[in-house]
């Protein structure tokens, strides 16, 4: 679940050939693909130039609807409200099959709980989910957690509402590392309200019958590897979640859980994302089934 929209789909890099593909054509070359996503392509700006100035191609698809920018959203909430979790991965999903070969997929936040949906579907040849949201099951909810989501889950009328944060709000649950100046200026270019309707439904999965929007496959044998990417001061998707999340795993596909110490939850756009950045990309060419 996720307060705020701000980097909410996965990124995708293509970072090389699968083994079969390395044995008939030689080593991975640097035009593979690498494609990126936030809710906005915004979201994953300073990862896009990083990537691509690698020599990898990056693609950031915004969620259905984002056509425009966070300005635009904030001043016209309607294409947040009409999201759904389905209505995304399936958008997803359909830039990830036109691809000629299966990318690397990385997501934040929300994000991150697309990309083990996507993984769990088949595609990608390994994924990266970076203080990600929970899957259906995860059931640690950490104080910090709580505080951080009050804003929206305090009303249940907001399950029909996009609920935007105060730069307080903001603050506590996204920058909370950040100096002063660094974090009002991400509110001002990242924050749009969140929907309201999706973070109540990542709240109310564990305790529906049935399989819900972001049920996963636990014991999918044939799920790429997936690495979940922890901040040691997050509050929103404290490190005990990406913990747990990874412990629901039960199949023998590669899950590891890295954690970097003084990061908060706008981890991709803290001042040392770029060691991040760099060994999430090594971590994907390394175990890229």
């Not at 980097?7 to 008939?24: A, F």
């Not at 070359?29 to 690498?34: D, F, V």
């Not at 989910?129 to 009303?155: D, H, M, W, Y």
């Not at 044998?221 to 990417?229: E, I, N, S």
């Amino acid at each position: 679940m996720a307060v705020s929209e701000v980097s909410g789909n996965p990124i995708v890099p293509r970072l090389g050939p699968t083994r079969r593909e390395r044995t008939r054509h030689g080593p991975p070359t640097r035009s593979s693909w690498c494609t990126a996503s936030g809710s906005l392509p915004r979201s994953w700006e300073h990862w896009i130039t990083h990537y691509e100035n690698r020599g990898y191609r990056v693609l950031a698809p915004g969620y259905p609807g984002f056509e425009v920018e966070v300005e635009g959203l904030r001043s016209d909430p309607q294409a947040i409200l009409d999201l759904t979790v389905p209505d995304i991965i399936a958008a997803l999903e359909g830039v990830v099959s036109g691809l000629d070969r299966p990318p690397v997929i990385i997501g934040h936040s929300a994000g991150g709980a697309f990309t083990q949906i996507l993984l769990d579907h088949g595609y990608g040849a390994a994924g990266a989910a970076i203080c990600s949201a929970p899957t259906e099951g995860v059931r640690v909810v950490p104080a910090s957690q709580v505080r951080s989501t009050f804003p929206v889950l305090k009303n249940p009328a907001n399950r029909k509402r996009a609920v935007g944060l105060t730069y307080e709000q903001w603050r506590y649950a996204f920058t909370n590392t950040f100096p002063e100046d660094e974090a009002r200026a991400a509110y001002e270019r990242y924050h749009v309200p969140a929907n309201g309707g999706i973070l109540w439904g990542s709240v109310l999965a564990n305790f529906q019958p049935g399989h819900q929007d972001t049920w996963v496959d636990y014991e999918n044998d044939k799920r790429a590897p997936l690495l979940f990417v922890s901040a040691s001061d997050d509050h929103i998707m404290p490190p005990a979640v990406q913990r747990s999340n990874a412990k629901h795993y039960k199949s023998d596909t590669v899950t590891e859980v890295r954690q970097y110490d003084g990061f908060c939850h706008l981890l991709p756009a803290q001042a040392g994302w770029q060691r991040v950045a760099d060994e999430v990309l090594e971590w994907a060419l390394a175990h890229a089934a």
